[in-house]
């Protein structure tokens, strides 16, 4: 693609908006962010589009959400399912969330397609939930998670509530690379689709129906009114937990909700944070002076699109940051302890996890009887599970999780889940206060029952328009030439991409038995680990540490030692 010609196209169009066509000439002279927005198209992968907002092929922006759309119609009108029609359409805080929603309901109603389209903004799951409940074909959500301010995305989900399947996502990409981005695109003004029948508003029924699915999930009906007197601090970070949040926990019967006033507030430039990420220490700074001033010993966040869930607890005078992983295996071992008690869980009970969650969980389940099934990272793979068991019995779904602060319990949505992860940890904190416990005690005591387990995640961002050409570089390093220990002898080697596990010492092979993914797995000596994974939605590559030991300390000293030696490969 000759970026140059395409730059000037867009300038001379008649489709292309003033207020952009000005963006774009503030940029004439500048060949590298010319090249940069023009040279080639925003990747369209199974979790559909995610970008800097900015005019171009390369940005997020009104032409790019269309192109993306007609895409989508083109594949619903290719692979229709039968008793499914209609996208149900959702969106978040961010800026311009709304617009892009508008823009997309608008090109799937100039190609005939049925819009359901939120009222305003909603959290994911509830896509998820409510596409399912319209017999939606598909969703979309517009939304990039946790990313800071600059950043949009463009989520697609299927008929089952998951996201979009791989080989369906790259039928959309290969419908935009043979069509162009202007001419070949339909589209309808929001106001007109509406008016010729072709957009249903949903509002507050779905909510209701979502949040009695919600609630439903609870493992124990009267921890949280036996423990009145709990504080729970909560905030939304600006985004779509602001309302749902707070109401289910007033149904659950919480009594002592104290919301972060400052991010109550909708805001897509998120002014009172460096990011919105609830994984994050400096996140929760507002809500950590709230819980002092009022003497909580739990704060809960979500993330501006509503389905991640971060939690900082007390431990005596200090307030502690739980990882996605520790949050996890907190709720899973709850649920577990609840069910038994109550004497609801199921025998064929089985929890979920991707393959670079914490090994703590699978010793979790081994424990109680209850079956632990490893997939991919990214949460359709879990919704995969759910859907397969949900045909053969094999399973009942217990919870599904992934170290990335993403939670689901119950089958009624296909997505991680921070509303339903919310009111469990609620649930779970005023459970075990009613025993004396804090859940930063109940983790001490977790690790004595299941062993010593310890990871971290470190990302390596690259910079740059080509950066994804940066971090495939890395990986092909890697693979040709693979190195023979990561501070501890490495004894087998699982690549996900080639789907072939490699035994070290002997050089046999054997199947990995899931999808293909661009990830390394390496198994080392003494029990740790460490995964290489580009980012499939950032410019990163994540390095995933995990070690087990028999105390703290020798935890910390492996992490420590496979972090020191992975960095120093991965970096050169």
């Known amino acids: 693609m000759d970026f140059n010609n395409e730059y000037r196209r867009w300038l001379e169009s008649d489709i292309v908006d003033e207020a952009t066509k000005e963006e774009l000439r503030a940029i004439e002279g500048d060949a590298k962010e010319i090249e940069g927005r023009f040279s080639k198209m925003l990747d369209f992968g199974t979790a559909g589009l995610r970008g800097i907002m900015c005019a171009g092929l390369f940005g997020m922006n009104v032409?790019?959400?269309?192109?993306?759309?007609?895409?989508?119609?083109?594949?619903?009108?290719?692979?229709?399912?039968?008793?499914?029609?209609?996208?149900t359409i959702a969106y978040?805080?961010?800026?311009?969330?709304?617009?892009?929603?508008?823009?997309?309901?608008?090109?799937?109603?100039?190609?005939?397609?049925h819009v359901y389209f939120f009222e305003s903004l909603r959290p994911t799951p509830e896509l998820s939930f409510a596409l399912r409940e319209t017999d939606s074909i598909a969703g979309i959500n517009i939304t990039a998670s946790h990313?800071?301010?600059?950043?949009?995305?463009?989520?697609?989900?299927?008929?089952?509530?998951?996201?979009?399947?791989p080989q369906h996502a790259a039928e959309v990409a290969e419908s935009m690379r043979k069509s162009d981005i202007f001419d070949d695109v339909r589209s309808m003004d929001f106001a007109k689709a509406q008016e010729a029948g072709f957009i249903t508003v949903l509002g507050a029924e779905t909510d209701e129906k979502y949040l009695a699915c919600v609630l439903a999930q609870s493992a124990s009906s009267t921890a949280v009114k036996e423990a009145a007197d709990f504080k729970l601090i909560y905030t939304p970070l600006h985004g779509t937990g602001y309302k749902l949040?707070?109401?289910?926990l007033k149904r659950l019967g919480a009594e002592n909700?104290?919301?972060?006033?400052?991010?109550?507030?909708?805001?897509?430039?998120?002014?009172?944070?460096?990011?919105?990420?609830?994984?994050?220490?400096?996140?929760?700074?507002?809500?950590?002076e709230l819980a002092k001033e009022h003497d909580a010993n739990?704060?809960?966040?979500?993330?501006?699109?509503?389905?991640?869930?971060?939690?900082?607890?007390?431990?005596?005078?200090?307030?502690?940051?739980?990882?996605g992983n520790q949050l996890g295996v907190l709720l899973l071992d709850y649920l577990i302890q609840a069910k038994k008690e109550a004497g609801t869980l199921v025998a064929n009970s089985a929890a979920v996890k991707s393959v670079v969650s914490t090994p703590m969980a699978n010793a979790i389940c081994e424990q109680n009887g209850v079956a632990m099934i490893e997939v991919l990272t990214g949460f359709k793979f879990i919704g995969e599970k759910i859907k397969e068991w949900e045909s053969t019995n094999e399973h009942t779904f217990l919870f599904g999780f992934e170290e990335s602060n993403g939670y689901l319990s119950g089958t009624y949505a296909r997505d991680k889940d921070a509303i339903v992860a919310s009111m469990l940890l609620c649930e779970m904190a005023c459970?075990?206060?009613?025993?004396?416990?804090?859940?930063?005690?109940?983790?001490?005591?977790?690790?004595q029952k299941y062993g010593f387990f310890k990871e971290e995640v470190v990302s390596i961002l690259f910079e740059g328009f080509d950066a994804s050409d940066k971090m495939a570089a890395v990986m092909k390093q890697l693979r040709e030439e693979p190195p023979a220990e990561i501070g501890f002898a490495?004894?087998?080697?699982?690549?996900?991409?080639?789907?072939?596990?490699?035994?070290?010492?002997?050089?046999?092979?054997?199947?990995?038995?899931?999808?293909?993914?661009?990830?390394?797995?390496?198994?080392?000596?003494?029990?740790?680990?460490?995964?290489?994974?580009?980012?499939?939605?950032?410019?990163?590559?994540?390095l995933y540490l995990m070690a087990q030991g028999a105390d703290a300390a020798s935890c910390d000293a492996a992490l420590d030692t496979v972090k020191a030696a992975l960095l120093k490969i991965v970096k050169g």
Do not use: H
């Open 245 to 248: 949040v707070p109401e289910v």
């Open 431 to 447: 459970y075990y206060a009613r025993k004396g416990l804090t859940l930063y005690q109940v983790l001490q005591e977790m690790y």
């Open 147 to 165: 990313n800071p301010k600059e950043y949009n995305g463009y989520k697609v989900y299927w008929e089952d509530g998951a996201q979009l399947p």
């Open 490 to 542: 490495i004894e087998r080697i699982r690549d996900y991409d080639s789907g072939v596990i490699t035994e070290t010492a002997t050089g046999s092979t054997s199947p990995t038995g899931l999808p293909g993914s661009n990830m390394l797995f390496y198994e080392l000596a003494g029990g740790s680990k460490a995964i290489v994974r580009p980012s499939g939605t950032e410019p990163k590559v994540k």
């Open 92 to 113: 978040d805080s961010r800026n311009n969330s709304d617009l892009f929603a508008r823009e997309a309901a608008g090109v799937l109603a100039a190609n005939g397609i």
């Open 257 to 288: 909700i104290i919301t972060v006033p400052e991010q109550m507030v909708i805001d897509g430039d998120f002014p009172t944070v460096a990011s919105p990420n609830p994984d994050n220490i400096g996140t929760f700074k507002l809500a950590i």
């Open 63 to 87: 032409y790019t959400v269309r192109y993306a759309t007609q895409g989508l119609a083109d594949l619903i009108k290719r692979s229709p399912v039968e008793g499914k029609s209609g996208v």
């Open 298 to 323: 739990l704060i809960i966040g979500t993330d501006p699109d509503g389905d991640r869930c971060g939690a900082v607890v007390r431990n005596g005078n200090e307030f502690i940051i739980l990882t």
